[in-house]
């Protein structure tokens, strides 16, 4: 089998991967807080015996993710909040560690759990619960106050603050859509301390950093550098069947 099947063949599959990554990053264009996974190809000289130094294959790398900011969007609902600068809110994942986000469309449950997407979020020590009933709103530090309940149904007490916090390098994307900091040399997975600096803004949400239009064009330029490996695939197969016949016959 000619050769260039394996180049096109390596090429046709980190298409798909791409494709899979761009899918992904279309399908999250109205999440909030979402950071958009980049993918990028690279060129590997093909080793071995024989071999040409022209001959190459290509291998995807997934880089990381775009942290630029997206678009800030008032709601006017207490229990939004868009973190500002490069602040991280902190949540519980499933597996109990803790893990990092910037959606910030804060929910109480009916155990009075403070969530986002599910996850309960952590505060000062632990996840943040708040009396049922009360209404809460989030200050500028991420303090969580409450109104409504207890015995003085008109004071205004303070039930917990988020984590909130930055990071010096840039934080790592789980299978779960969390980020967390890079494993170190051991495997271990530190968790952030929380920085009082740190600031949001209550009322208002950040939207996802993708942009449909150029997620569009992406997708339609994979697509077609897909079909071109495979038109390249067919071909060689199809010059491949024809040297066999010219064999065949000349035996």
């Known amino acids: 089998m000619d050769r260039i099947l394996y180049t096109a063949m ?3 599959k980190q298409s798909m991967d791409q494709q899979s990554v761009v899918s992904h990053n279309l399908a999250n264009v109205s999440t909030s807080g979402f950071r958009a996974q980049l993918h990028a190809m690279r060129a590997v000289p093909v080793q071995g015996d024989g071999e040409l130094p022209t001959r190459v294959s290509v291998a995807g790398t997934t880089p990381g993710s775009d942290f ?3 678009p ?3 709601t006017g609902r207490e229990l ?3 973190l500002e600068g490069d602040a991280w809110l902190a949540v519980q994942a499933d597996d109990g560690t803790e893990a990092y986000t910037r959606r910030g469309d804060l929910s109480v449950d009916g155990d ?5 997407a599910g996850r309960p979020v952590i505060g000062d020590g632990g996840p943040i619960i708040v009396p049922l009933g ?3 709103t989030v200050g500028a530090d991420g303090t969580l106050s409450a109104i409504g309940e207890g015995e003085n149904p008109a004071a205004l007490v303070d039930v917990g ?3 909130l916090v930055t990071a010096e390098q840039n934080l790592v994307r789980g299978d779960d859509g969390l980020f967390r900091m890079p494993p170190d040399a051991e495997g271990e997975v530190a968790a952030l301390e929380a920085n009082d600096e740190a600031r949001v803004a209550s009322g208002a949400l950040e939207g996802s950093n993708v942009s449909a239009v150029e997620a569009m064009v992406a997708m339609i330029d994979v697509a077609r550098r897909y079909e071109m490996q495979m038109k390249v695939i067919s071909t060689a197969d199809e010059n491949a069947q024809r040297a066999n016949n010219l064999l065949s016959i000349q035996g």
Request: proline share 4%; net charge positive.
């Open 10 to 12: 390596s090429g046709a």
């Open 68 to 70: 630029s900011p997206g």
């Open 72 to 74: 800030i969007t008032r």
């Open 80 to 82: 939004d909040v868009a």
């Open 112 to 116: 009075g759990l403070v969530t986002v």
């Open 134 to 136: 009360s209404s809460v």
């Open 161 to 163: 603050r988020l984590k």
